[in-house]
C-alpha cells in the first residue's frame, strides 16, 4: 500500500483578490473547500492544508472534516514556504509518506479524474515526480517522491515547486491526459470562470 500525504496550498494573503479568496464561493462551495473535496475523494486519510493569512476565519468556515490544518507563520516569504511547512510539520511529527502529493487551492477546474492519473503514475513509477504539463513548463498538481523531500525544504520564493520541478526535467512524468489548469487570482477571473460554468 502506498502511502501518500496530499498538501494543499492556500496559505497566501490573497492581494490580488482584495478578498479571502480561499472562502470565495463557487456554487455555495468555497474555492478551498473544492480542492479539500478532491482530495478526500482521493485519499481519505492523510489530506493536509496549509494556511497563514487569515488562519482562524478560514478554518472556521471549511465545511470539511478530518482535514489536518497546518499554519505557515512565513506565508509572506511565497508558495515555497508553504511546502516547507508542510514538510517540516511530517518530520517534526514524525510523520512517514511515500510521496507528497500537492494541489493548489485556486484550481477548481481540476478534474477528480485527472488527479487519479497522477496517482497512477506515482504507484507505477514511485522514485519519479509526476507533474503537470503545461506546454512551457511542468507544474503542480504534481507528486513529489519521498527520496525529494529533504532538497524541497531548500526551495525558496513564489514559484514553490514550480522552479524545483523544472530543474529536474530527466526525473519528470507527465500523464497522458490533461486538465483545465485555470487558476483564479483576481475577482475578474472568478467571474469567467463562474461565466464559464454557466455556459458549459
Do not use: W
Not at 493569512?53 to 497546518?70: G, P, Q, S
Amino acid at each position: 500500500m502506498i502511502n501518500i500525504a496530499v498538501l494543499v496550498l492556500a496559505a497566501g494573503k490573497s492581494s490580488r483578490m482584495k478578498s479571502i479568496k480561499q472562502l470565495e464561493k463557487i456554487n455555495n462551495k468555497t474555492l478551498l473547500d473544492i480542492t479539500l473535496d478532491k482530495a478526500k475523494q482521493l485519499f481519505s486519510e492523510h489530506v493536509f492544508c496549509v494556511l497563514g493569512a487569515n488562519i482562524d476565519k478560514i478554518k472556521t468556515e471549511i465545511r470539511l472534516k478530518n482535514i489536518h490544518f497546518i499554519e505557515n507563520k512565513n506565508f509572506n516569504n511565497g508558495l515555497s514556504s508553504s511546502v516547507i511547512s508542510g514538510l517540516q510539520y511530517f518530520k517534526e511529527n514524525n510523520l512517514h509518506f511515500d510521496g507528497v502529493f500537492i494541489l493548489l487551492a485556486d484550481q477548481p477546474a481540476i478534474e477528480i479524474t485527472y488527479l487519479k492519473s497522477l496517482f497512477g503514475l506515482f504507484k507505477e513509477n514511485q522514485t519519479k515526480i509526476i507533474a503537470s504539463n503545461y506546454g512551457d513548463f511542468f507544474g503542480v498538481p504534481a507528486i513529489f517522491p519521498k527520496q525529494l523531500f529533504s532538497e524541497l525544504l531548500l526551495i525558496k520564493g513564489d514559484k514553490g515547486a514550480k522552479t524545483f520541478i523544472n530543474s529536474k526535467k530527466n526525473e519528470v512524468i507527465t500523464p497522458k491526459e490533461t486538465s483545465n489548469f485555470f487558476d483564479i487570482d483576481t475577482k475578474e477571473e472568478l467571474r469567467l470562470y463562474k461565466n464559464s460554468l454557466i455556459n458549459s
